[in-house]
């Protein structure tokens, strides 16, 4: 499959502070699936963003995408983008397992669904910065923040495993840029907040981000009755991508020994071509098997 532009629900705020919404994707090839194998345990968005950083070769009009620049990406854009790349990959349709959470039932119910049914919802950035007055009971402060990206995300992946409040604490000290002109008003500053003003803050940070859906219907066979599950898009991706080391070594060797290709062109092709190269050989060997 060849390269392809989305436009990001967001959108990317260059240091020209200029908007770019037009992503160009690159298929993953064998080179990323070795890059994530094996890696089980380097924290999700880090993958993401190495993953990302590897087959996005454009955004808007800025070439030469790095690492730093994925990061900078809103945490809703990165996950439309590997959401994006799961399409390009291995196409629309998702089957997962889920348990069904009615009460006497829990059994486990396969689901079938396309990714276009998963909701995306639109929030184009205008600006890096946003501004919000708060109410009196918050304090009546004027506050100005950017919405939470993917750098957020990685420094913070094990603080929140540990003790969600203080990552929420962390998050809004690293996103608040300013609280009534001090700036920047550091954790100490964040912590004399009240709850009442922390919701406000995160509440408009939500209503002004990118989001995709992280939940769906089903209908479990089992039952029959309906139920909401959640879906986490970020999880599921990372752990079909997580080709085992072994077989991808194994599909190289298998290609490089009928076809003599070397292991570089093999694994620059995308997952979707090794796997057709291959059903090819299979059936040539079945013939020639049935031959003898
Ligand atoms: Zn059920």
């Known amino acids: 499959m060849d390269r392809m532009v989305f436009e990001l629900p967001g959108g990317f705020v260059g240091d020209d502070g200029q908007v770019h919404d037009r992503v160009m994707l690159a298929p993953l090839n064998g080179f990323s699936e070795k890059m994530l194998a094996g890696r089980n345990n380097t924290p999700a968005p880090v993958l993401v963003t190495a993953l990302l950083s590897r087959c996005i070769e454009r955004i808007g009009s800025l ?9 900078r990406l809103l945490v809703g854009d990165r996950l439309f983008l590997l959401l994006k790349l799961r399409e390009m990959t291995f196409g629309r349709n998702i089957q997962a397992v889920i348990r069904c959470s009615q009460p006497d039932c829990g059994a486990r119910v396969d689901i079938d669904f396309a990714t276009d049914n998963i909701p995306v919802t639109r929030a184009p950035q205008q600006s890096l910065r946003h501004r919000l007055q708060l109410s009196p009971a918050a304090g009546g402060h004027l506050v100005t ?13 094990q603080l929140l495993d540990s003790d969600e409040e203080l990552a929420a604490d962390h998050l809004l000290a690293r996103c608040v840029q300013s609280i009534d002109a001090v700036q920047p008003p550091a954790l100490a500053g964040i912590a004399r907040l009240s709850a009442q003003a922390k919701m406000e803050i995160e ?12 939940s769906m219907e089903a209908i479990c066979p089992e039952c029959g009755g309906s139920f909401t599950a959640a879906f986490d898009v970020q999880e599921f991706v990372l752990a079909e991508l997580n080709t085992r080391l072994e077989l991808l070594l194994k599909e ?40 003898f």
């Open 252 to 291: 190289v060797h298998y290609l490089a020994y009928h076809y003599h290709w070397s292991e570089k062109e093999i694994l620059g092709m995308t997952r979707q071509n090794r796997r057709r190269y291959i059903e090819v050989l299979a059936g040539e060997m079945e013939r020639l098997n049935h031959a």
């Open 145 to 157: 923040f950017r919405l939470p990206n993917g750098e957020d995300q990685e420094m913070l992946t």
């Open 203 to 214: 509440e408009e940070m939500e209503r002004l981000a990118p989001k995709l859906g992280s």
């Open 63 to 71: 070439n030469g995408v790095t690492e730093g620049m994925v990061r």
